[in-house]
């Protein structure tokens, strides 16, 4: 019902076209052509594995309508192109549904409970494939997240079962189906040259040093020189690598989406829009030599900031390895197996969210699946996470913009909400209240500002002159939640004791 409801209501995003011109490409053109294809303006971005992906459901497409794989109908739609590529993503999450179950299987069973409706494990399963940002992302707004996330907690799985070279070529794979996730792998090489390429620690958990195991790491290479060379290797073969990676990693995009991701670069944008109108009222900046579109629109291709000092590729990655730092250090000399590894994996997410360049809004996913699993462990973990994944999913409200599908949305993160909320207070009803008063407030004021950037602000004439305001209030406020979120999680982490058995595990 969920399927036909999105089908038949629903508008059609822009990623519809981008994997239906994607699809055309690889099923007509020669694997030479692929990276330089370039009559859409949706060109093959993704690494090769996921053009392989396309290629594969390509040959399923032209059963359903040979037109789609026609690389010049840009923009066709047809009610069986529609219905392939909707059906196409609820067959992948077959993947996701199998790690969720391997994921479940991890859980700690201490908070064993009569009721299975309260079961740690049933929670988190209903959190995990009951996900409100995953499935508008994948089954309103379109994508193949689900498929990808299977890949990444099947391998989280398989670490947590200490079957390293498992974990470790799944996400090898991963990293080539998706390059988005490479935010995440500091967690990864920490913990497999940690706990894999170090057989033993000494009594005060330090690493000893003597159990280094040379196998182990060659293993490890050889898995990721292997799936590297099945991706890349044709390409280099080629001589057009580095056409690959210009299209994986386009800096000419500018440094945030056109809709701000609601992290630290949409306060510095929100920070330079505010001190430009209070300059030009105090008459400190001169207004003809200020664009329009920088008090007006979204932040669209490379832009230069009016008082602040402009931002470049370096300054975002300089930054981002600044605040991924502390958790890496705290994997290797704090080790607590599985629960420090996702703990890394989450603030490696989170970090590489705030700090990167051309972030999307949806990115925000790869921290909260992940925080899941932490969150039925502690009651600390879950108050965190109650607040990361309200204020990420609110974030995601842009992208579903039309009328009929405003209550579908509503009503989805209701029930979502709701869920989260009654089940981790009924998980951890003996601790104390999982948000304080402040924290509270902060969450109930998502629903007035919903309110004014759908029903107020629509009627106002502020909405010809400044459109782009609903949009900034939502990617303000939300990046207040979520730097909140990230630095809260920081210090429990950072602080958080080790007990002498866990050092010596």
Same mark, same amino acid.
């Given at each position: 019902?969920?399927?036909?409801?999105?089908?038949?209501?629903?508008?059609? %995003?822009?990623?519809?076209?981008?994997?239906?011109?994607?699809?055309?490409?690889?099923? =007509?053109?020669?694997?030479?052509?692929?990276?330089?294809?370039?009559? %859409?303006?949706?060109?093959?971005?993704?690494?090769?594995?996921?053009?392989?992906?396309?290629?594969?459901?390509?040959?399923?497409?032209? !059963?359903?309508?040979?037109?789609?794989?026609?690389?010049? =109908?840009?923009?066709?739609?047809?009610?069986?192109?529609?219905?392939?590529?909707?059906?196409?993503?609820?067959?992948?999450?077959?993947?996701?549904?199998?790690?969720?179950?391997?994921?479940?299987?991890?859980?700690?069973?201490?908070?064993?409970?009569?009721?299975?409706?309260?079961?740690?494990?049933?929670?988190?399963?209903?959190?995990?494939?009951?996900?409100?940002?995953?499935?508008?992302?994948?089954?309103?707004?379109?994508?193949?997240?689900?498929?990808?996330?299977?890949?990444?907690?099947?391998?989280?799985?398989?670490?947590?079962?200490?079957?390293?070279?498992?974990?470790?070529?799944?996400?090898?794979?991963?990293?080539?189906?998706?390059?988005?996730?490479?935010?995440?792998?500091?967690?990864?090489?920490?913990?497999?040259?940690?706990? !894999?390429?170090?057989?033993?620690?000494?009594?005060?958990?330090?690493?000893?040093?003597?159990?280094?195991?040379?196998?182990?790491?060659?293993?490890?290479?050889?898995?990721?020189?292997?799936?590297?060379?099945?991706?890349?290797?044709?390409?280099?073969?080629?001589?057009?690598?580095?056409?690959?990676?210009?299209?994986?990693?386009?800096?000419?995009?500018?440094?945030?989406?056109?809709?701000?991701?609601?992290?630290?670069?949409?306060? !510095?944008?929100?920070?330079?829009?505010?001190?430009?109108?209070?300059?030009?009222?105090?008459?400190?900046?001169?207004?003809?030599?200020?664009?329009?579109?920088?008090?007006?629109?979204?932040?669209?291709?490379?832009?230069?900031?009016?008082?602040?000092?402009?931002?470049?590729?370096?300054?975002?990655?300089?930054?981002?390895?600044?605040?991924?730092? @502390?958790?890496?250090?705290?994997?290797?000399?704090?080790?607590?197996?599985?629960?420090?590894?996702?703990?890394?994996?989450?603030?490696?997410?989170? %970090?590489?969210?705030?700090?990167?360049?051309?972030?999307?809004?949806?990115?925000?996913?790869?921290?909260?699946?992940?925080?899941?699993?932490?969150?039925?462990?502690?009651?600390?973990?879950?108050?965190?996470?109650?607040?990361?994944?309200?204020?990420?999913?609110?974030?995601?409200?842009?992208?579903?913009?039309?009328? @009929?599908?405003? @209550?579908?949305?509503?009503?989805?993160?209701?029930?979502?909400?709701?869920?989260?909320?009654?089940?981790?207070?009924?998980?951890?009803?003996?601790?104390?209240?999982?948000?304080?008063?402040?924290?509270?407030?902060?969450?109930?004021?998502?629903?007035?500002?919903?309110?004014?950037?759908?029903?107020?602000? @629509?009627?106002?004439?502020?909405?010809?002159?400044?459109?782009?305001?609903?949009?900034?209030?939502?990617?303000?406020?939300?990046?207040?939640?979520?730097?909140?979120?990230?630095?809260?999680?920081?210090?429990?982490?950072?602080?958080?004791?080790?007990?002498?058995?866990?050092?010596?595990?």
């Amino acid at each position: 019902c969920m399927w036909l409801l999105t089908y038949t209501v629903c508008s059609y %995003s822009t990623d519809f076209e981008v994997h239906r011109n994607w699809l055309a490409i690889t099923h =007509n053109l020669p694997l030479s052509q692929w990276y330089y294809e370039a009559t %859409s303006e949706w060109t093959l971005d993704y690494p090769p594995f996921f053009a392989w992906f396309e290629y594969a459901l390509s040959h399923i497409a032209k !059963y359903f309508d040979p037109q789609m794989l026609v690389v010049e =109908n840009l923009n066709y739609a047809s009610h069986a192109t529609v219905f392939f590529q909707r059906l196409s993503v609820i067959v992948t999450d077959i993947l996701f549904i199998y790690a969720v179950h391997e994921c479940c299987r991890c859980v700690n069973g201490k908070r064993a409970a009569k009721d299975i409706l309260e079961k740690p494990t049933f929670i988190l399963a209903v959190l995990l494939l009951w996900n409100f940002g995953l499935l508008i992302v994948d089954h309103i707004h379109f994508q193949y997240n689900g498929f990808l996330f299977g890949l990444m907690l099947l391998s989280v799985a398989r670490l947590c079962q200490k079957r390293y070279l498992e974990g470790a070529l799944l996400f090898a794979v991963l990293l080539h189906f998706k390059h988005i996730y490479i935010y995440v792998a500091p967690a990864y090489g920490i913990y497999l040259l940690r706990s !894999y390429c170090f057989t033993a620690n000494n009594a005060d958990g330090s690493v000893k040093w003597r159990s280094f195991s040379f196998l182990h790491v060659t293993l490890l290479g050889l898995i990721v020189c292997l799936v590297s060379a099945l991706s890349l290797g044709p390409f280099l073969v080629l001589g057009q690598l580095p056409q690959v990676i210009s299209r994986l990693f386009p800096f000419k995009r500018g440094l945030c989406h056109a809709y701000w991701a609601p992290n630290f670069w949409a306060l !510095y944008n929100a920070m330079d829009k505010a001190l430009t109108i209070l300059g030009l009222k105090c008459n400190f900046l001169d207004s003809t030599k200020i664009p329009k579109a920088s008090m007006t629109g979204g932040l669209v291709q490379e832009f230069q900031h009016t008082v602040l000092p402009s931002v470049t590729p370096l300054a975002t990655l300089i930054c981002t390895f600044i605040a991924i730092l @502390p958790s890496v250090f705290c994997l290797w000399f704090k080790p607590q197996g599985p629960r420090g590894f996702l703990q890394c994996l989450v603030l490696c997410a989170l %970090s590489s969210f705030m700090f990167g360049w051309h972030v999307h809004e949806k990115a925000i996913l790869l921290a909260i699946l992940p925080l899941s699993l932490l969150s039925i462990q502690r009651a600390k973990d879950a108050g965190i996470y109650l607040i990361l994944t309200t204020t990420g999913h609110f974030s995601l409200f842009p992208l579903l913009f039309t009328a @009929p599908e405003l @209550p579908i949305k509503i009503l989805l993160m209701l029930l979502f909400t709701v869920y989260s909320f009654s089940s981790l207070k009924s998980l951890f009803r003996r601790e104390k209240s999982l948000l304080n008063w402040l924290e509270t407030i902060y969450l109930i004021q998502l629903v007035p500002l919903e309110i004014f950037c759908e029903i107020i602000f @629509p009627l106002t004439p502020w909405k010809w002159h400044f459109p782009f305001v609903p949009l900034l209030l939502t990617s303000v406020y939300c990046a207040l939640g979520i730097t909140y979120a990230w630095l809260k999680l920081y210090i429990s982490v950072l602080t958080e004791r080790i007990s002498v058995r866990q050092k010596a595990e």
